[in-house]
């Protein structure tokens, strides 16, 4: 059983989303022995996608920057299950991890045609048989809104097929790399070191184990203070950079006002 993690967090180790990936994997690993392979995205060459095409047409499958996403791209297709561990940056992808995704284009072919309900669908045909599972772990700052990762969804569904990948998905990040707040985390930690064990066992997590691993940890407005308190300013903090902005824009060509 191989498994392999791709994350996706520019802190690398020291990210929130691992500390619950980790716990996953502890939980995973006390059912079924596993090999585990860490890929840190930041510590890659990944460049971002040129839009040539050059992967469907110069050198069909093979795309013409030489970096390590081929390697990476490798390791994915000799995987059991494939991890993207990551942050919700902007409600979609860390840049690193989007450009990674987008990279993947060698691996569908150019025609349309041969896709599946190709008139309905958008997107190319696969051209390797997938036998991985995707999962994809991730947090996010704040407590769990619906909406927050819809357009994450979205981009899964269409590149696994409607509900082809597990997630999980938690709000209340920072949290996680807070002292004061350990006992709750350590708690949910080791809620998620049970969907570990679960998902190794089964090869899915239960409604109920869904509902346990993204309940807030603590009631949102009660967050939201915490969350305002911890960054040590104020919005006047702000103020101090905002002349030379504001003054930049007017020189553009439009006076604008700060309204917050
Ligand atoms: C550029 C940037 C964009 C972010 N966008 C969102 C967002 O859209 N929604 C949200 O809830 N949190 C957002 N966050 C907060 C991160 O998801 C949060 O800090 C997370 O805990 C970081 O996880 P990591 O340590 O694994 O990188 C953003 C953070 C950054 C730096």
Redesign the pocket.
């Known amino acids: 059983m191989k498994i392999l993690v791709i994350n996706g967090?520019?802190?690398g180790d020291?990210?929130?989303?691992?500390?619950l990936t980790r716990a996953f994997l502890d939980g995973y690993r006390s059912v079924t022995p596993c090999e585990v392979e860490v890929i840190t995205l930041k510590d890659k060459r990944i460049e971002p996608c040129l839009g040539c095409f050059g992967c469907w047409t110069g050198s069909p499958g093979k795309c013409v920057i030489n970096d390590d996403v081929r390697s990476i791209s490798i390791k994915m297709f000799a995987s059991d299950v494939v991890i993207y561990?990551?942050?919700?940056?902007?409600?979609?992808l860390?840049s690193r991890l989007k450009a990674f995704v987008e990279r993947q284009l060698p691996t569908v072919a150019s025609f349309m045609t041969g896709q599946k309900n190709y008139l309905v669908n958008g997107g190319h045909p696969p051209r390797f048989e997938v036998t991985f599972k995707t999962l994809l772990i991730?947090?996010?700052?704040?407590y769990p809104?619906a909406k927050?990762y819809d357009s994450v969804r979205a981009q899964f569904n269409m590149i696994c097929g409607d509900g082809g990948y597990e997630e999980i998905f938690v709000?209340e990040?920072?949290l996680?790399?807070k002292t004061i707040t350990k006992r709750r985390c350590d708690a949910r930690l080791e809620e998620i070191r049970l969907a570990g064990a679960e998902y190794a066992q089964s090869g899915a997590l239960s409604p109920e184990t869904k509902a346990k691993i993204t309940a807030n940890l603590y009631p949102p407005d009660m967050y939201a203070a915490m969350a305002d308190e911890g960054w040590g300013n104020t919005i006047e903090d702000y103020r101090a950079n905002d002349e030379e902005f504001l003054k930049a824009v007017e020189k553009e060509g439009k006076k604008i006002k700060t309204i917050y």
């Open positions: 967090s520019p802190r020291k990210s929130n989303t691992m500390k561990s990551f942050p919700l940056f902007y409600y979609s860390p991730s947090n996010c700052g704040f809104i927050s709000g990040g920072e996680f790399c």
